[in-house]
């Protein structure tokens, strides 16, 4: 048995986003709370995901800008040339800044800052590295991290979290995966200038979200990137066989095609990570695919250990990371009546890909509505944005709202084009107070914006 060097009410295994808000949201109400992390202050959205990425999208976009610029007047001879090291050390810059943000948002809430890697030696206590602690409640918030398959060659691959990391703009790209990740870096690529191949193995792109609006951006998105659906990789190589065209790798795919590409980049999922946490020691149940399990209150299921964010792979988004802390905090630490009853409702998460085009949504899909409400009422625009009435591109936009046609309530809205993650954030407050679709009409737009198509749908399509 080992002194006991440090005791908390609250330890945190994880500085992501669900860990950062359980620990300070515990210490702004009292508890003694420490966190540990092992690599990066902020988690995968800070450092690996949501932040870089969408900087990424911001450098892509500049492509269509310029294209766009000449129609009202800019004149420019030709497409400056884009630097991917530039962009690289500022968003390291910018990532560096931000660990540095967390770390002082931790310090100044009160929480111990423990740097190292943590493993649970009892219901109670852990250990970091040397340090003994013991700990009324402890959270694992260790996130996720991506999934590869095991095809022959997939050490010659990169993950997102490697995308970050390339210090070289790869002329030739070929991302797998159909979801998120997938169609958002093969955007990012494409609007620096790289020749990109999608493939995927199913039908469609972004196959979760709804059926239409997803077949719209698939569309898109093969307009300016190859894509090769039902179509899987059966293996990776270095380039020695197609030396006619200078590429370092040489991937092979189910149908014999071989093409050669500079780059892979796999996005095809992320498990949770609790592998060598001393978690099945425990008698810590996890999932099949190796999550924690827990229950509406976070609860795992040894009494004092307890699990918020990609750790128990529910809703992997920020967002519902940050709002699972949050209640986890207050539940076992705050005073009043609500924080000890609320659980979380995972009804009407919004959420949106930053692929190019956006995709947002909030609600339910038209097949999962039509299944809910006989007769649904589904109103739909497709339009070519005000600004492309002069630029003359071939962009569109595509806004669906479905609606119960006994009570009028709007129960799912969806938009891919320019700015739909902007528009779609004000939808869900509508949905989330239980707007009607005569809510809708009775609300002026402002125009002329795309934004206000969704006051203006006054006639459902038959379908
Ligand atoms: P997704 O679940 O979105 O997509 C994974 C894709 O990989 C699917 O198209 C899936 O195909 C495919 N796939 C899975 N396994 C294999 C395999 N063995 N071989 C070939 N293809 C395979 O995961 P991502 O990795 O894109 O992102 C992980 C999560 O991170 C997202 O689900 C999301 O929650 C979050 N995220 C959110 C973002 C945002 O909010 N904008 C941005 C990025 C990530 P199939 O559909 O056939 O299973």
Avoid at 121 to 145: D, E, M
Avoid at 167 to 181: D, F, H, L, N, S
Avoid at 267 to 283: C, D, Y
Avoid at 414 to 443: N, P, R, S, Y
Wanted: glycine share 10%; with cysteine.
């Amino acid at each position: 048995m080992h002194d006991v060097d440090f005791d908390f009410d609250f330890f945190v295994i994880g500085a992501g986003s669900g860990g950062v808000r359980a620990a300070r949201t515990a210490a702004a109400l009292g508890a003694r709370t420490a966190i540990a992390e092992q690599r990066f202050f902020g988690g995968t959205c800070v450092n690996v995901g949501c932040i870089p990425k969408k900087l990424y999208t911001y450098a892509a976009q500049f492509a269509h800008q310029w294209r766009d610029a000449k129609a009202y007047g800019w004149v420019t001879d030709e497409l400056p040339a884009f630097d991917w090291q530039i962009l690289k050390d500022n968003k390291d810059k910018e990532i560096k800044r931000l660990n540095g943000i967390y770390q002082s948002i931790l310090g100044s809430a009160g929480v111990t800052i423990i740097e190292g890697r943590a493993e649970l030696t009892g219901p109670n206590s852990l250990r970091v590295g040397n340090n003994h602690i013991t700990a009324r409640h402890i959270l694992i918030a260790t996130g996720g991290k991506p999934s590869l398959p095991d095809v022959p060659g997939i050490e010659l691959a990169i993950n997102s979290d490697g995308f970050f990391e390339l210090t070289e703009q790869p002329k030739r790209a070929m991302v797998v995966g159909g979801g998120y990740i997938a169609t958002e870096l093969a955007g990012v690529f494409a609007g620096l200038g790289s020749e990109v191949h999608l493939v995927h193995r199913g039908n469609i792109l972004l196959g979760d979200f709804d059926h239409e609006i997803a077949g719209f951006v698939t569309d898109a998105i093969q307009s300016y990137c190859k894509v090769y659906l039902k179509t899987q990789i059966i293996k990776i190589e270095k380039n020695i066989k197609s030396k006619e065209i200078d590429a370092d790798l040489l991937v092979t795919l189910d149908d014999g095609r071989q093409v050669p590409v500079d780059t892979v980049l796999f996005a095809t999922g992320r498990t949770a990570n609790t592998s060598n946490l001393g978690l099945e020691a425990l008698g810590v149940k996890l999932d099949d695919s190796g999550a924690v399990q827990v229950n509406e209150f976070y609860e795992s299921s040894v009494p004092g250990i307890y699990a918020v964010g990609d750790v128990i792979n529910r809703v992997t988004l920020t967002p519902v990371a940050l709002a699972e802390g949050q209640l986890l905090a207050r539940r076992l630490f705050g005073q009043s009546a609500e924080s000890k009853r609320s659980a979380f409702s995972y009804d009407l998460i919004a959420s949106a890909v930053f692929s190019d085009p956006q995709l947002a949504t909030v609600g339910l899909t038209q097949s999962q509505a039509l299944a809910q409400y006989p007769g649904l009422k589904v109103y739909k625009s497709k339009f070519r944005p005000l600004k492309h009435t002069l630029t003359g591109a071939a962009e569109f936009t595509l806004m669906k709202m479905l609606v119960d046609p006994v009570t009028d309530r709007v129960v799912g809205v969806h938009m891919a084009g320019t700015d739909a993650a902007e528009i779609v954030q004000g939808m869900a407050v509508a949905l989330q107070a239980g707007a009607t679709k005569a809510d809708f009409d009775a609300t002026l737009g402002i125009h002329p914006t795309a934004a206000e198509e969704f006051v203006t749908m006054r006639t459902p399509v038959a379908d």
